[in-house]
């Protein structure tokens, strides 16, 4: 029994890497749903991620650049949309940027999610049929030993600005559903991968250095561990859970895909050679591995049995099927990349005064 029928729906941050999937992914999947997408249009959020929908959704898609902070504007779009649904993904996200600016993070990341849970009790206050799902990240659960899995019940234990702040707002979602009776979900998910992903972000990096015969760089000795997710999963999942579980549900979402930071950048040249091989050697020989970043979390693994068994969710991509869908989305959208390079991010790193590098 579908437990809520999202209809007038707040994406907030729509226009970066996995909000835009998910406008895209909900516009596509239900003819029903109109999507209102609330993005500030930071570094990372992009209208090109976003290009076709105002003329294929005409009377289903509207976009509107705001910061989530801004209570009076929130207030407002509330009255005026009269949302049933409110998915929040709108965050500050990369961890050497956040050891860079950390306020910017908890200002962006707890603050904004403040506004929205206010704004949404304001105007949900006693209403039935509503739901705001917040969506979070398994760094909020610290770094994990060589064994175990992260499950529903972790105790948090954020290592950088940027995850403590992303704690901080799953906390708050928790206190407003206690004390205000708010109808919420939860997801907490592992490193997402695919289209649009700004390219500060490992895979997208990679594969812009390696197309331009510039360095790969790989943290410490590469060994870090993270859990993968394609992020069309990801949408499918978080679909899943606003419309079928519970109020006040938590769930964690994973790929079952463990791989080394070193591996990953392995199969990435070894793809990359396999679509577009390189003129003169391979790309492994860029691989260089350069100092660690601050804090940085040894091992990520999510346990995600419980949407499993509950809501029916699986991940349909492999690690490896998934990284070839998303090198050759990035081999067909090179202007996309082009334009960011020359616009917005240049590839310089974050998050470290000095760097000393080692080839491979």
Known sequence: MTAHTPENILVTGGAGFIGSNLVRYLLRTDPQARVVNLDKLTYAGNPENLAGLAEAYPARYRMVRQDIS???????LFQEENFSTVIHLAAESH????????????????LGTAVLLQAAEKFWHGRKAVRFHHVSTDEVYGSLGPTGFFTEGTPYDPSSPYSASKAGADHLVRAWARTYGLPVTMSICSNNYGPY????????????????????PVYGDGKNIRDWLYVEDHCRAIDHIVRHAPDGSVYNVGGRNEWKNIDIVYLLCDTLMAQRPRVKGHYRDLITFVQDRPGHDRRYAIDATRIEQELGWRPEETFETGLTRTVSWYLEHQDWVTRIREGRYSGTRLGL??????KA
């Open 95 to 110: 961890v050497d940027r956040s050891i860079e600016m950390p306020l910017e993070f908890v200002r962006a990341n707890v």
């Open 353 to 358: 005064r000095h760097e000393e590098g080692k």
């Open 197 to 216: 992903q700004f390219p500060e972000k490992l895979l997208p990096l990679m594969i812009m250095n390696a197309l331009s015969d510039k360095a790969l």
């Open 70 to 76: 801004d209570q009076s504007f929130v207030e407002a």
